[in-house]
């Protein structure tokens, strides 16, 4: 009886053992979870980007050998594209060149729906634009670097003519936001200000009641018209 207990004992610590090994190797470890949610991904391939509420690229873009080109077909309104993934707090970097005169933007935020014809109903924009050859008169908060109709960039900023690369990215980490132009800081901002705010509630925005309401989104690239080029597109979660 003795020798019977023992052995059943046995057996029972073994199996024990086999299930916190098991429930080990299953779990990862902080460490790694950290390296998988901060690397830089490109989003240089057809697959990363399809048309605001369609199921693929439409025919005003195209992105083939390392370039996303827009035609500048799409008119005013239905030829945005959108990222195939939402993002919430991040790093998006990105070179791009414009036509002369030229009128387009990068957001972030963008709530997809079909209540909405375009990014700009939800989402934050950085204007990109040629600032020089554009042939209306434009005001500050239209320009390029400027969170659009919200906060002007740094009068200071360096933008390369029509035809050069240019070299921009977007940080939003809880909150706060900046925008780069060519290695300079241009735009700073703090989205749970009072100052934020206020910019929200006083005019542009009025008839868009949806804008900035949310912190997680898709990115996207404007088609304004105008031929636009974009290389090195890529994004990190922060």
């Known amino acids: 009886m003795k020798r019977r207990i023992v052995i059943i004992g046995m057996v029972l610590l073994i199996g024990a ?14 460490k790694e ?3 998988v949610t901060t690397e830089w991904v490109e989003l240089m391939e057809p697959s990363d980007w ?20 827009c035609y500048g077909e799409g008119g005013d309104v239905g030829g945005d594209i959108i990222s ?12 791009w ?15 997809e729906d079909t209540i909405y014809h375009s990014p700009y109903e939800t989402g934050p924009e950085y ?3 040629d600032d020089v050859g554009f042939e209306e008169p434009i005001e500050d908060w239209q320009k390029t670097g ?14 390369k003519p029509v035809g050069e690369w240019n070299t921009s990215k977007i940080i939003f980490n809880k909150g706060k936001a900046e925008h780069w132009l ?22 542009k925005w009025n008839d868009y009641p949806d804008y900035g309401k949310t912190n997680d989104g898709y990115l996207a690239l404007q088609d304004h018209g105008a031929g636009v080029w974009f290389r090195n597109v890529r994004v990190k979660r922060l």
């Open 17 to 30: 053992c086999k299930n916190t090994e098991k429930k080990t190797v299953e779990i990862p470890t902080a």
């Open 33 to 35: 979870a950290q390296i």
């Open 50 to 69: 399809r048309g605001y509420n369609q199921e693929s690229l439409p025919s005003n873009w195209s992105i083939k050998d390392g370039v996303i080109e």
């Open 84 to 95: 195939t993934e939402t993002y919430e707090n991040f790093e998006f970097a990105f070179e």
């Open 97 to 111: 060149k414009i036509t002369k005169g030229g009128n387009s933007g990068a957001f972030y935020h963008v709530v």
């Open 127 to 129: 204007q990109l634009l």
């Open 146 to 159: 400027a969170n659009y109709a919200m906060h002007i960039a740094n009068e200071n900023k360096t933008l």
């Open 182 to 203: 060519n290695g300079q800081k241009i735009v700073e901002f703090d989205k749970n200000s009072q100052d934020w705010k206020e910019k929200r509630n006083s005019g």
